[in-house]
């Protein structure tokens, strides 16, 4: 099950956003402008070592809502440098590494769980969640080792990978303006 996340009162510098905004641009599924990028929710998981934090945010460029998973490490991750959206000074932990968390080992292996284990979102120690998700569950396999993930970047509806039938489904529900969204944001096959 998803533990607590521990939230620290803390001055990031550069915010989350400013990185993500410098990012963004040169990210081929981003069509927005870095000017107007803005957060619309987010959710976290729990390192199950207590190593690594897990955030993804939903930011709105143009209309356009993207996901973004995040890992926040202490040091570099090796051979992860394709990965590495830049450092923030945390004013509580120090220096962070912020990593494009699909490419974080760490993340993969705790959506997988998520999915399968049909959990949802961390709880967090201070502060109110703005969105929940949760895995759909999954009945085990024999050909488990030949699954695949895909985190859906562009939360417009369209871009939900589709022929064959999901192993697996990590949904999200947020509020925009007043109104649920319910989107599904990574398929397990």
């Not at 402008?33 to 945010?57: H, K, Q």
């Not at 895909?150 to 489904?169: K, M, Q």
Request: proline share 4%.
């Amino acid at each position: 099950m998803s533990g607590t996340v521990e939230i620290h009162e803390a001055t990031l510098t550069p915010t989350k956003l400013e990185l993500l905004a410098g990012w963004l641009p040169a990210q081929e599924w981003f069509v927005g402008d870095s000017e107007d990028v803005a957060r619309v929710a987010s959710y976290r998981f729990v390192d199950p070592d207590g190593e690594v934090g897990i955030e993804t945010i939903l930011v709105s460029s143009q209309g356009v809502t993207y996901q973004v998973p995040l890992t926040y490490r202490a040091e570099a991750l090796d051979e992860a440098d394709d990965s590495l959206i830049g450092t923030l000074e945390h004013s509580v932990l120090g220096t962070r590494y912020v990593y494009d968390a699909v490419g974080d080992p760490v993340y993969m292996v705790e959506l997988m769980r998520v999915i399968h284990e049909g959990d949802t979102e961390a709880d967090l120690s201070r502060g109110e969640k703005s969105m929940t998700v949760l895995g759909s569950g999954i009945v085990p396999v024999s050909n488990a080792a030949g699954e695949s993930m895909r985190v859906v970047r562009v939360l417009d509806g369209s871009h939900i990978p589709g022929a064959r039938t999901p192993l697996g489904i990590l949904t999200g529900t947020w509020t925009v303006d007043g109104a649920e969204v319910e989107q599904v944001l990574a398929v397990l096959r």
